[in-house]
């Protein structure tokens, strides 16, 4: 049966070729016998985790050096769909080489990313998503079992979607990274509401922390508030008020000043900031090697005020304190 008559043909051009690939020809696909763990002088990890609303399963096995924490193997078993046998593999090689703390850094936005063929395009269909969050689920489970804790006390942060075992951090990081702006969009990407839906929002049969309807609402309103102070950030000096201006100068402080004077042990800070007939006079006050140096009257001086009329405005003018 082709392609085409078998979805359509549409759904097969959302996945990339580094997905086609993982689906077909997995990469660390297998698994870890004691004998070989005892043979790299490591710890035999086995972890499973399945999604049993979406009929995925995945087992992973870590090879654990006991001295140094570090994963020396990584291999996996799937049960579900090439999205799922895709991410896994990905999420084990992710893995490899790295500490359990370090691996337990990896997120389902992570693995989505490293499977993309160029940073800007999406690997997998929205969909498909929450084959990325099995994956992210099972490396906690792994680190728990290493650990010898409670796979809750590994959490970051809560879980929304008990159905799905999505959480608070991994919906925010979708709703932000692909510009969500409704709840059904949060639902194709993360599996979140899906199934019994007393995520979605109040009033369902179990009362929740969080609701996915709150989040998008409220990660929505932080996305705009930071695009308006970039935009205010991006304007003409001058047009800026008062605190806009403060936050320009310390942000030229910190990337064009602060590290020349640190190279000397020294550092600076803004004690204030005063405008008058169309002039911004900046109150400094010199810390570390600064204190007390014959340049800093002169010479650092003049460097701190040309900086920031070179990264600002001329009408700039500083004063040591």
């Known amino acids: 049966m082709a392609k085409n008559d078998l979805i359509g043909g549409s759904l097969w051009e959302q996945y990339s070729a580094i997905v086609s690939e993982r689906m077909n020809n997995p990469m660390h696909r297998g698994e870890i016998s004691e004998e070989e763990a005892e043979a790299l002088g490591a710890r035999l990890i086995v972890a499973d985790w399945g999604a049993e609303s979406c009929g995925d399963a995945v087992r992973l096995y870590w090879a654990v050096d006991p001295k140094t924490d570090r994963i020396l193997q990584a291999k996996f078993k799937s049960f579900g769909c090439g999205t799922a046998i895709a991410s896994s593999d990905m999420m084990a090689e992710l893995s490899l080489g790295k500490t359990v703390d370090e691996a337990l850094k990896i997120t389902n936005i992570e693995v989505e990313r490293s499977l993309r063929d160029d940073p800007d395009t999406p690997a997998i269909p929205p969909q ?16 728990s079992l290493y650990k010898g804790v409670d796979l809750a006390s590994l959490a970051e942060e809560d879980i929304v979607c008990e159905c799905a075992r999505v959480g608070l951090r991994t919906i925010k990081e979708v709703i932000r990274i692909n510009d969500l702006k409704t709840v059904e ?29 709150d989040i998008l609402r409220d990660t929505r309103m932080a996305m705009e508030q930071e695009k308006l102070l970039v935009q205010a950030d991006a304007g003409d000096f001058k047009s800026k008020n008062l ?27 803004i004690v204030d900031i005063r405008e008058a007939d169309g002039t911004a006079t900046v109150y400094i006050r010199y810390l570390g090697a600064c204190r007390g140096c014959i340049s800093s009257t002169r010479g650092t001086l003049q460097f701190i005020e040309n900086m920031l009329h070179q990264e600002l405005d001329n009408a ?6």
């Open 128 to 143: 498909k998503m929450h084959c990325s969050v099995m994956a992210y689920d099972v490396i906690k489970k792994a680190a």
């Open 185 to 213: 969009e949060i639902t194709q990407y993360t599996k979140a509401g899906a199934f019994c839906k007393s995520c979605i929002r109040p009033g369902g049969h179990e009362k929740r922390k969080y609701y996915l309807v």
């Open 243 to 269: 605190i806009q201006k403060h936050r320009a100068i310390e942000k030229a402080l910190d990337e064009k000043i602060r590290p020349q004077l640190a190279a000397d042990g020294g550092s600076v800070e």
């Open 316 to 321: 700039i003018r500083v004063i040591p304190l």
